[in-house]
């Protein structure tokens, strides 16, 4: 079980494997109880630049399908979709679309 935070004592979990997961331990966890509920709990360092920049290569991507964005973290937005570049009818198409670009461009 893996944890992105640190294991200090006013750490906080920023994510978590699902690994980690099977025994409760969920992002915005304090580091404390995440140990607790996870003896054999591994923490690893944040890379917020890696992070930041790979959250920009995919906001760019999202612009490719619409301007109307609403970003809410560094993984997460809003996308509204009802016009669209591409022109696609069908929301869950531009969604396969937008995944595969994502996964292709980034990794």
């Known amino acids: 079980p893996v944890a992105v935070g ?3 004592e006013r750490g906080v979990v920023a994510a978590a494997s699902y690994e980690a ?19 054999s ?3 690893v360092k944040p890379r917020f630049e890696v992070y930041k920049a790979v959250s920009t290569q995919i906001r760019e991507i999202f612009a490719g399908y619409t301007p109307l964005i ?3 973290s560094l993984d997460e937005a ?23 670009k994502i996964r292709e461009e980034t990794g």
């Open 6 to 8: 640190s294991r200090r």
């Open 21 to 39: 997961r099977a025994f409760d331990v969920r992002s915005a966890m304090a580091s404390a109880v995440a140990i607790r509920k996870c003896p």
């Open 41 to 43: 709990l591994v923490f």
């Open 70 to 72: 609403e970003p809410l």
């Open 78 to 100: 809003y996308l509204d979709v009802t016009e669209n570049h591409p022109g696609l009818e069908s929301a869950t198409e531009i969604a396969r679309q937008l995944k595969s």
